[in-house]
């Protein structure tokens, strides 16, 4: 009994958390249902289409982008490399997307690792922002990646750099910062993402789940019933077995055979089916 309540806690939570609206200060804020999902790391999924990086990483073991500098080498002289999408190790940062330098090619600092990235928007800008961190504590770092929807056919990478206490910035222009313009490709490893169909599957299973429970309780308090009455519906349940064999027996014959069913509580299927 316990847990089926737990296993229905966790359905709710699990339908829920999926849409929570958390403010992160700077009006960058946690994503709305109306804003998007985010499907993994480098996609997100929104009513226009699908935000998908995936196509501007680079595969191999080195970035995409490597020691770029910042806008204002004087405001900030680091060397920043970044892959939206495969992680790569550089001196010290290991599994990293995001890396930070100096500019003698020394100190490598990780300053978003693997695994960390997470979609938000900027309602300020009206854009979307990727988040990474790396570290804990006093030592975290975060990167925000604005992402900056444009057609044109280069893809480019501005460094604007560390604009507060290890709170880093750079803008990535690209079509595929665009909705539904980098369209996913479908095959094996493409399946994280829910589907409406495993939405609907575990929306039954709780619908399922959620009429037995409530039945059996309501059973047990209104009607005093015990044992297998406090099952609602019981008698319905008891005939489906005998309902479906009778039924596909019809079908498989053409309805030209003489159903044999057990005798069954309440009306029998045979006089139904041959009434019609
Ligand atoms: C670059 O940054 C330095 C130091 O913050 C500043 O003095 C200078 O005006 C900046 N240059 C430009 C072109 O913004």
């Known amino acids: 009994m316990s847990t089926v309540l737990l296993f229905l806690l966790s359905c709710w939570l699990f339908l829920n958390g999926?849409?929570?609206?958390?403010?992160?200060?700077?009006?960058?804020?946690?994503?709305?249902?109306?804003?998007?999902?985010?499907?993994?790391e480098c996609t997100l999924q929104n009513a226009e289409g699908v935000i998908n990086l995936k196509p501007i990483g680079n595969a191999e073991a080195s970035p995409r982008w490597k020691d770029h500098t910042a806008y204002n080498t004087t405001f900030d002289p680091g060397l920043y490399s970044y892959d939206p999408c495969y992680a790569f190790n550089q001196g010290a940062c290991k599994n990293s997307l995001v890396c930070r330098s100096d500019e003698n090619h020394g100190n490598d600092i990780s300053i978003g690792k693997q695994g960390?990235?997470?979609?938000?928007?900027?309602?300020?800008?009206?854009?979307?922002?990727?988040?990474?961190?790396?570290?804990?504590?006093?030592?975290?770092?975060?990167?925000?990646?604005?992402?900056?929807?444009?057609?044109?056919?280069?893809?480019?990478?501005?460094?604007?750099?560390?604009?507060?206490?290890?709170?880093?910035?750079?803008?990535?222009?690209?079509?595929?910062?665009?909705?539904?313009?980098?369209?996913?490709?479908?095959?094996?490893?493409?399946?994280?993402?829910?589907?409406?169909?495993?939405?609907?599957?575990?929306?039954?299973?709780?619908?399922?789940?959620s009429y037995f429970i409530l039945g059996m309780v309501y059973m047990k308090a209104a009607r005093g019933a015990s044992g297998a009455e406090i099952v609602p519906h019981l008698s319905f349940w008891m005939d489906l077995p005998n309902l479906i064999m009778d039924g596909v027996t019809y079908v498989f014959t053409c309805g030209k055979s003489t159903i044999s069913t057990p005798e069954g509580p309440g009306t029998g299927p045979k006089s139904t089916y041959e009434s019609i």
């Open 18 to 40: 999926r849409f929570a609206f958390v403010n992160a200060g700077d009006g960058i804020v946690t994503l709305t249902p109306s804003q998007g999902l985010q499907i993994d």
């Open 116 to 209: 960390t990235g997470k979609f938000f928007y900027d309602n300020d800008a009206s854009t979307y922002i990727v988040q990474y961190t790396a570290g804990e504590g006093e030592n975290q770092m975060t990167t925000n990646v604005l992402l900056q929807c444009a057609t044109m056919v280069q893809d480019t990478l501005e460094i604007i750099g560390d604009l507060s206490n290890n709170v880093y910035f750079m803008t990535l222009t690209s079509r595929c910062c665009c909705p539904g313009l980098c369209p996913p490709e479908i095959g094996p490893g493409n399946d994280s993402g829910l589907s409406f169909g495993s939405i609907v599957c575990i929306m039954f299973v709780c619908i399922t789940f």
